[in-house]
């Protein structure tokens, strides 16, 4: 997503002699979300949106935001607009130091690799294995 289309677009027009490959792999955000132990299940709305510069993209219940380079100011205005969050950093990567944390301040360093997840406050999710919950299965006594 995001910043390989422009680089696979410009490869294209000024090197067409360069092949490029695309090899499937884990993307930014399934990795972001394992390592949060954020559930993407079927039936629920889930966002991505660009939150560079300290946007702070406010509708959906859930998102999951990437290019997040003023973690500082993109939090203070998704928590006056009601959203729990929670950011990683480098995830997974060999260069650098991963970081999961709902503290802004300890990724206020300018990183591109840096994204946030943000959920509606008290969200209720209607979730399918919500029955399963307090141990209560279907025909047990």
Do not use: C, N, W
Not at 19 to 39: I, N, R, Y
Not at 58 to 77: C, N, S, W, Y
Not at 88 to 116: C, H, I, K, S
Request: aromatic content about 8%.
């Amino acid at each position: 997503y995001s910043t390989f289309g422009h680089l696979r677009r410009t490869l294209s027009a000024f090197h067409p002699d360069v092949g490029v490959k695309v090899v499937p792999g884990v993307s930014a955000v399934t990795a972001f979300a394992t390592a949060l132990g954020v559930e993407i299940e079927a039936g629920t709305g889930l966002s991505l949106r660009e939150a560079a510069d300290g946007a702070a993209p406010i509708g959906p219940d859930r998102m999951i935001l990437f290019k997040v380079t003023d973690a500082v100011t993109t939090h203070e205005q998704l928590v006056d607009a009601g959203y729990d969050v929670r950011y990683g950093r480098r995830l997974f990567m060999e260069q650098g130091e991963t970081t999961v944390t709902r503290d802004p301040t300890e990724v206020v360093e300018r990183d591109y690799y840096t994204l946030a997840y943000a959920e509606r406050e008290g969200l209720d999710r209607d979730l399918a294995t919500a029955a399963f919950e307090d141990g209560e299965r279907e025909g047990s006594a």
